[in-house]
């Protein structure tokens, strides 16, 4: 009955803001590289592609909310991700959102 | 430290896809006309203008998510919006993932 197309757009609709607040808070946890940021959020159930997910930490970098270091200590240099202070402080406020929006949706279910 | 519009956007971007399962979890409970349906959401926290509700609407009823009869009982003839069963089962694979994205972010709280 349901559309395959149709649903994948609604699932990357509703998942879309929370890869952002994702990576901001494993970032928070654990500084790494965006490489190893794919596995981590795969783990967690956040399927993301390196073509989506490298140019998402290049715009949260250009916002200040991530900073990066550069490890060179292998022959090709890597920028190994770290969340910034203001980062830190979105992760808490999109967390509370989440939290009230998590609240709305379950009052929906008891009218 | 954090600039209003940046968290005014990522705010958005995590909003914008539950919009969409917020009126199709309401419209299955109960019909209503669109502007009522305003009324309902913001009762629950989430803020929708009408200018961004309305065409939501039509493109869910596109979608064949929602259905609509008209309302004649007034001069002016109102739609009235109900869930369509393609969309009551959208509501709830949408749910499922909600649940799996909010049980993600709450093991990254400990990692």
């Known amino acids: 009955m349901l559309d395959p197309d149709l649903i994948a757009q609604h699932r ?5 803001g929370t ?7 494993l970032l928070a946890a654990t500084p790494d590289y965006g490489y190893r940021l794919i596995g981590r959020l795969a783990d967690l159930g956040f399927e ?4 989506t997910l490298y140019p998402l930490l290049r715009r949260l970098d250009k916002q200040g909310l991530l900073s ?3 490890d ?18 979105l992760v ?3 967390r509370a959102d989440w939290n009230r929006l998590t609240e709305a ?6 009218p």
């Open 92 to 94: 808490s406020l999109l």
């Open 48 to 51: 993301v592609e390196a073509n």
């Open 12 to 16: 990357q609709e509703l998942r879309r």
């Open 72 to 89: 060179t200590s292998e022959a090709r240099p890597r920028k190994v991700y770290a969340t910034a202070p203001a980062g830190i402080e």
């Open 68 to 70: 990066f270091e550069w």
């Open 19 to 25: 890869t952002s607040l994702a990576c901001l808070a």
């Open 105 to 110: 949706l379950d009052r929906m279910d008891r």
